[in-house]
């Protein structure tokens, strides 16, 4: 997925609205932003008029310009329906997602513990940390930073990818859902975007060292296996900020950033928002 180019799309918003109002998108109440959507996007759209917005029966909240933003999951169908309902009329509109093939990973030496945890104090701590994310992940703003551009949060190999089957230590697990930057312990991580931030938990028991950063609109990206956190919850970001450092902890076989991106609950890929892929 590619967004439209530059720093915001807020200064360029009307000028394509405009240009795209002159093809074919002319009799839609609504014009997709997000080019090639596919398994996994965070997808954009412009609302032309009036009217609200809905997908699976959820009314999308708007920005002042009549931004919208969802997500589609890894195991979304091929096509998807939106409907744009004003006071006299009801519009729905198809769009297309494209399908994509995931990788299987295998993950071995893990200590098996990590793997299936077994006893009721552990259990206990997971379940508590796990309502703590939902609860981040849940949050509503009118943050507007979707909209902005977004680059990698930090330098490394990719380890791991969205959407990849993990099987670890020979036992299949589900889908892994983030972008894994393998790097050494120490190595910085900065803000893809800005945000603010939603959840710093030092040590959980997957995810070790957890970030969450809000970007407005139930968009929140989460960064995980972290040796430090560098922010607060509350602390307003800024893209570039250093926000964190990477580590090994949680369950991980060695040093690497786990990132992700969510819509809500949807799990979507972060690696989808970046266009210089080099960078």
Not at 130 to 158: C, E, H, W, Y
Request: proline share 5%; net charge positive; charged share 25%.
């Amino acid at each position: 997925m590619r967004l439209i180019t530059g720093k915001t799309i807020k200064s360029i918003l009307l000028v394509c609205f405009f240009a795209q109002s002159q093809l074919a998108h002319s009799e839609n109440a609504l014009t997709i932003l997000t080019k090639n959507p596919q398994q996994g996007s965070m997808i954009i759209a412009q609302l032309n008029g009036e009217g609200d917005v809905y997908f699976k029966e959820k009314k999308l909240d708007k920005t002042s310009q009549g931004l919208v933003v969802f997500g589609v999951g890894r195991d979304e169908k091929n096509t998807i329906e939106l409907e744009i309902r004003t006071v006299n009329k009801q519009q729905t509109l198809v769009v297309p997602i494209s399908l994509r093939q995931w990788k299987v990973e295998r993950v071995d030496g893990l200590p098996p513990s990590k793997v299936t945890p077994k006893s009721k104090q552990t259990l206990e701590r997971i379940s508590r940390e796990a309502k703590q994310v939902r609860t981040a992940r849940n949050t509503k703003t009118l943050l507007d930073n979707f909209s902005s551009s977004f680059i990698m949060p930090a330098k490394g190999r990719i380890s791991g990818v969205y959407g990849s089957q993990r099987v670890l230590n020979g036992e299949p697990k589900r889908p892994h859902f983030g972008l894994d930057i393998a790097n050494k312990t120490g190595t910085p991580v900065i803000a893809p975007s800005d945000g603010k931030v939603l959840l710093a938990h030092p040590d959980m028991f997957y995810s070790g060292g957890t970030l969450v950063i809000d970007h407005g609109f139930g968009i929140s990206s989460t960064y995980i296996h972290l040796s430090s956190i560098d922010v607060k919850v509350g602390q307003q970001v800024k893209q570039g900020d250093l926000i964190a450092k990477i580590g090994a902890s949680g369950r991980a076989t060695g040093p690497h950033l786990d990132w992700r991106l969510n819509w809500f609950q949807t799990r979507l890929d972060p690696y989808l928002l970046i266009e210089n892929k080099d960078q």
